[in-house]
């Protein structure tokens, strides 16, 4: 462990979960909120949402890193193309006016989970996404399924 990471000794990573197909505890991750996998990444609807981003994304690699101050740039292309797919797939079935894309490295980065992640954000007119955080809410796997199948039918 180096003075970079914040994850604690014995973190039970739920990013790590998701890439292995396993369940986190409810409500958070499941498999069946993963919309987009191959050798390198994982994608799926993200369990918080921001009240005007609804069906926001989440990219991982599917080794274990903690931020992007060690991610070998194999997983750094990898994701970026995902990126791309699942921003093009968001036009296609949100409909959405733009994307955004955001990845946060330590605590006062704004980083809350320890396993490298991006996160695609549908945009749309007047959203506010950087103003409202903090309304930010963990949703149901119910809640996420509708945006899953409808991205994973896109993706496949
Ligand atoms: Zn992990």
Redesign the pocket.
Known sequence: MNSFHH?PED?D?????V?AGVPCPLPHTQPGDVILQNEWVTAFIASGQWPNNPGHVLI?PN????NLYELPLEYGTAIHAASRRVAVAFKDIYGCDGVSTRQHNEPDGGQDV??CHLHVFPRYTDDRLYDLTAQRRTTEPEERQPYAARLREALA
């Open positions: 994850a973190y990573c739920p990013f790590c979960r890439a991982v080794v274990h890193f903690e320890w396993h």
